[in-house]
């Protein structure tokens, strides 16, 4: 006999909260709020419970274990924003897409990790993907191909955002700010240039200008979209 299908979180009915106890969204909120400011690993479902006064009994009550908090977590970051207004066409669209999860992205540093796996099924990321893939189908009616250039937009962004977000641990990590640390390893990288060995380094060093994290992101999402339009010309 075939077991039956573990029940969703998505499909099960929500009991309404007992008087005066938090609901769902209460506890989502709070789950938000930990993982935001301490990580996702600081997320258990005693921690919820407990800062907001419920018993972690009642808590299960709602919701079954931890890896459906987590869901209700991802589908609750993603709806926090509207969804982008459609597009004249695919390259504005496409670009609206990019911008608003880069948004939601840096607003919760332990988000980029969830996208990156299962994909989340909730009724705000179900929205939002229906819009991404509107946004790409304005490039190529195939839909394999939209979704391939869509994934390559989110692949774009969850790589740009992971290496704004690695400058921010490491901030943590040391105690340093991006300043002070360039201070720290200031006499290191000048012995280092003045040896002559690294020519273009000492280019980039001495005249480049300083990376603004804006002005990247929309060159290296403009470098994707000049991507896209080329192999759709092809």
């Given at each position: 006999m075939?077991?039956?299908?573990?029940?969703?979180?998505?499909?099960?009915?929500?009991?309404?909260?007992?008087?005066?106890?938090?609901?769902?969204?209460?506890?989502?909120?709070?789950?938000?709020?930990?993982?935001?400011?301490?990580?996702?690993?600081?997320?258990?479902?005693r921690r919820v419970a407990g800062d907001l006064?419920?018993?972690t009994a009642t808590l299960y009550r709602y919701i079954t274990n931890r890896d459906e908090l987590v869901d209700l977590m991802v589908d609750a970051a993603q709806g926090e924003d509207a969804l982008p207004e459609p597009a004249l066409d695919w390259r504005a669209g496409l670009a609206?897409?990019?911008?608003?999860?880069?948004?939601?992205?840096?607003?919760?540093?332990?988000?980029a990790g969830e996208l990156a796996g299962r994909p989340s099924l909730g009724p705000n990321s179900l929205r939002r993907s229906e819009s991404a893939l509107r946004a790409a189908v304005a490039l190529t009616p195939d839909i394999t191909l939209a979704s391939r250039a869509l994934g390559a937009v989110h692949a774009y962004v969850l790589g740009s955002v992971a290496t704004q977000q690695a400058v921010r641990q490491a901030?943590?990590?040391?105690g340093l700010t991006?300043?002070?640390?360039?201070?720290?390893?200031?006499?290191?990288?000048?012995?280092?240039?003045?040896?002559g060995e690294h020519p273009m380094l000492a280019r980039r060093v001495n005249e480049a200008e300083e990376p603004d994290p804006d002005v990247e992101f929309a060159f290296g999402l403009e470098c994707v979209l000049d991507g896209l339009a080329a192999r759709s010309d092809r």
């Amino acid at each position: 006999m075939t077991d039956p299908a573990p029940s969703s979180v998505w499909t099960r009915p929500r009991p309404e909260p007992r008087r005066r106890a938090p609901g769902v969204d209460q506890y989502v909120a709070a789950a938000l709020a930990v993982a935001d400011t301490e990580g996702l690993a600081a997320v258990s479902m005693r921690r919820v419970a407990g800062d907001l006064g419920s018993g972690t009994a009642t808590l299960y009550r709602y919701i079954t274990n931890r890896d459906e908090l987590v869901d209700l977590m991802v589908d609750a970051a993603q709806g926090e924003d509207a969804l982008p207004e459609p597009a004249l066409d695919w390259r504005a669209g496409l670009a609206a897409v990019a911008h608003a999860l880069r948004a939601t992205l840096l607003r919760h540093p332990w988000l980029a990790g969830e996208l990156a796996g299962r994909p989340s099924l909730g009724p705000n990321s179900l929205r939002r993907s229906e819009s991404a893939l509107r946004a790409a189908v304005a490039l190529t009616p195939d839909i394999t191909l939209a979704s391939r250039a869509l994934g390559a937009v989110h692949a774009y962004v969850l790589g740009s955002v992971a290496t704004q977000q690695a400058v921010r641990q490491a901030e943590q990590r040391t105690g340093l700010t991006e300043e002070q640390w360039q201070r720290s390893v200031g006499p290191y990288i000048t012995e280092v240039l003045a040896a002559g060995e690294h020519p273009m380094l000492a280019r980039r060093v001495n005249e480049a200008e300083e990376p603004d994290p804006d002005v990247e992101f929309a060159f290296g999402l403009e470098c994707v979209l000049d991507g896209l339009a080329a192999r759709s010309d092809r």
